[in-house]
């Protein structure tokens, strides 16, 4: 049986993730390999009605964080480690990291917490967390992230924050890079569609996730 392979994408709002995410899945299926894609807060039933509240009602950043780890526990029970038991690949869209950038960089909200939150929703029984294998970063300016979405939809309560919260979402991520660079792939989300879609696929040929095209 093929080994699990758990792979997140992240990124401000405006990054460019989503289409990306799609392409991957598509190449990991071209190659054979059972997939599961799927999202942060969400991906279960529970998930998804925690993910409406985040998104759109007032709350704290306490109970931001709270709700957020709360989706997370049943997503990785009910979804996360099942398909990585079977040896499927699983892609998601936004994991941990996002919370820290968004809950910690963005609010401002303590990151002691929010480790002490990751260690009780993410311990495994050998004590290790669950981390994903690899975490593509789609690095994009928030002033350049800020002009893609105001022209793509109505935004949510984080896509209508003010260009200073995204500034330091930005910043959350580059800590989170700083802190693991082994899990890390930083991509520069302001090049062409079809020049970040190429460096995805050549980041999973570089780590041997997907075999090179002769």
Not at 40 to 49: D, F, R, S, V
């Amino acid at each position: 049986m093929q080994q699990g392979l758990f792979i997140s994408f992240e990124g401000i709002d405006g990054a460019g993730k989503s289409s990306h995410i799609e392409a991957l899945a598509q190449a990991f299926r071209d190659a054979g390999r059972a997939l599961v894609q799927t999202r942060e807060p969400g991906g279960t039933p529970l998930a998804e009605k925690l993910r409406e509240l985040v998104l759109h009602d007032a709350m704290d950043p306490l109970c931001e964080a709270l709700l957020v780890f709360a989706a997370r526990r049943d997503h990785l029970t009910q979804v996360i480690e099942p398909a990585l038991a079977r040896g499927d690949v699983v892609l998601c869209d936004r994991f941990t990291d996002a919370t820290f950038a968004y809950q910690g960089g963005g609010r401002g909200f303590s990151l002691d917490v929010l480790s002490q939150l990751e260690h009780w929703v993410q311990a495994q029984p050998s004590g290790a967390l669950r981390q994903p294998d690899l975490t593509v970063w789609f690095a994009l300016d928030p002033a350049i992230a800020a002009e893609r979405l105001s022209a793509a939809r109505v935004p949510d309560r984080f896509e209508s924050q003010p260009l200073a919260f995204f500034s330091q979402v930005h910043q959350g991520y580059a800590a989170r890079a700083a802190a693991d660079p082994a899990r890390f792939a930083r991509i520069d989300a302001s090049a062409t569609l079809a020049q970040v879609r190429q460096e995805v696929l050549n980041i999973m040929h570089m780590r041997g996730y997907l075999a090179a095209q002769s």
